[in-house]
């Protein structure tokens, strides 16, 4: 399997509390982010340490209350499956607090790390603040929720967003990177790929490839499967009967989105 692809892990922490992933500096080739997802049974709560780490807390499914020590935001989350196709409710947080995540339904959630130096507030980040973007055309449209986008100066290194593509269509298409630390032109950004299927047996592709093709993957991707993009372009494609989901959790040095097509397939954005 590709050192890339991560399966579902589904370690019991405790009654009612799952850790489905965990991504970090010292078990894969991110330096700037960090992922974990965590299921929990209703009434069950998981914990947080945070010391030189931001952390934006995103309410995939089910209802939460979020608390860092100082701030409580109680019941957040706005729906039962990410295919309902809405925004949901999310919450940052910046380093040295400890966030408690405590479940008032059935959740899964998702915690997104960057590296973290200057104390921020804490922020809830509701859905009706989602920025809603409708991007491309023909079979490479997709609906984008942005969560914590580099217009939104809450964060030090985060970038979060959520994107929904549709059958038989294409997504982070055509193929881009974001691996070279050369602004105003392209920023380094390290990015995760958190994926879900509907129905769930479904599949994509994902491929994750150099200009030089010295790292060249190409990985069929399950529901709930995590794809790691430390550097290169990473285009996905939706098979025809299925629908796919990801959430995107980027940061590197500076924390700006300038990305690169890569040219030989540039040309389908300017297509009629």
Known sequence: MSHLLRKPENNKLADGVTLVHEVTEENSDLHYVGFKVVDLEPNTSYDEKLTNLELCVVAL???????????????????ESVFERKPTDSVYVSHNK????????????????????????????????????????????RQVHNILPDSDPSANSLLVVEVFTETANWSSYPPHKHDQDNL?????????????????????????????????????????????????????????????????????????????????????????
Not at 65 to 72: F, K, L, P, R
Not at 103 to 130: G, H, M, Q, W, Y
Not at 201 to 225: C, H, I, K, P, W
């Open 61 to 79: 499914t089910g209802k939460i209350t979020v608390t860092d020590g100082y701030q409580s935001f109680s019941d957040i989350g706005t729906r």
């Open 184 to 272: 105003p032109n392209e920023s380094f950004l390290e990015e995760s790929y958190y994926h879900e299927m509907d129905p769930p047996q479904g599949f994509v592709f994902q491929r994750v490839y150099t200009e030089d093709r010295s790292l060249d993957e190409t990985m069929a991707v399950e529901n709930a499967n995590v794809v790691l993009v430390p550097k290169g372009y990473h285009p996905v494609g939706v098979p025809d009967g299925y629908a796919a989901y990801y959430l995107n959790v980027m940061a590197g040095p500076e924390r700006i989105w300038k990305f690169h097509n890569e040219k030989d397939h540039e040309w389908i954005i300017d297509r009629d």
């Open 98 to 141: 400890t966030v408690t995540i405590t479940a008032n339904t059935k959740a899964r959630v998702a915690l997104c790390f960057a590296p973290s130096d200057k104390e921020l507030p804490t922020k809830l980040i509701k859905a009706e603040d989602n920025g809603v973007e409708h991007r491309g055309k023909y079979n490479n449209k």
